[in-house]
T-cell receptor, first 115, second 110 residues
Framework: DGGITQSPKYLFRKEGQNVTLSCEQN?????MYWYRQDPGQGLRLIYY???????QKGDIAEGYSVSREKKESFPLTVTSAQKNPTAFYLC??????????????FGPGTRLTVL | RKEVEQDPGPFNVPEGATVAFNCTYS??????FFWYRQDCRKEPKLLMS???SGNEDGRFTAQLNRASQYISLLIRDSKLSDSATYLC???????????FGKGTKLSVKP
């Protein structure tokens, strides 16, 4: 079954802790993305990667870090520097290396709550 | 002006109704356009791409007006299962990435 998986589905974190969200895809897609969605808001891009061992900051990268050591995997770490981390985090992937006209497919998301 | 704007709704319609959603975008250089559907507390799923000539997929019709920087989605013969939030998505924003609208919520009632 091809697709994108994210884990965990729900995550609770205490203030001051770093947490890592998992994203794996078996679609053989080159590009992967992380978005954040807040209630009543559109998706905002955190980081993206168009090729292994390379990634770029999106619109709201502060307080987040990523790695892309394998084509299939693009984990996101939410650090203690992120001031308002409670949100719905969505990972996506697309087949092409460039953005133009390409379709992104999303994983089921991780809901992070900071206690 | 926001990069992608949508009427937030909610649109409450009876089954069988025809409903239209509109979306405007600010960057005239935008190159690709999409409609995604997002169910409550779920991930967005691609509904359809929007082509310059307009395109139809069953009960769904998408149209693009580049001159007015306007995209539309028409849903005919609404079903209960169409209830969701519809996201307008534009490629080619100011930073060369996908820009998502906040979505329009549709509720189809029996």
């Amino acid at each position: 079954d091809g697709g994108i998986t994210q884990s965990p589905k729900y995550l609770f974190r205490k203030e001051g802790q770093n947490v890592t969200l998992s994203c794996e895809q078996n679609l053989n897609h080159d590009a992967m993305y992380w978005y954040r969605q807040d209630p009543g808001q559109g998706l905002r891009l955190i980081y993206y990667s168009q090729i292994v061992n390379d990634f770029q900051k999106g619109d709201i990268a502060e307080g987040y870090s990523v790695s892309r050591e394998k084509k299939e995997s693009f984990p996101l770490t939410v650090t203690s520097a992120q001031k308002n981390p409670t949100a719905f985090y969505l990972c996506a992937s697309s087949a092409q290396r460039d953005w133009e006209g390409d379709t992104q497919y999303f994983g089921p998301g991780t809901r992070l709550t900071v206690l | 002006r926001k990069e992608v704007e949508q009427d937030p709704g909610p649109f409450n319609v009876p089954e069988g109704a025809t409903v239209a959603f509109n979306c405007t975008y600010s960057n005239s250089a935008s190159q690709s356009f999409f409609w995604y559907r997002q169910d409550c507390r779920k991930e967005p799923k691609l509904l359809m791409s929007v082509y310059s000539s307009g395109n139809e997929d069953g009960r769904f019709t998408a149209q693009l007006n580049r001159a007015s920087q306007y995209i539309s989605l028409l849903i005919r013969d609404s079903k209960l299962s169409d209830s969701a939030t519809y996201l307008c998505v534009v490629y080619g924003g100011s930073q060369g990435n996908l820009i998502f609208g906040k979505g329009t919520k549709l509720s189809v009632k029996p």
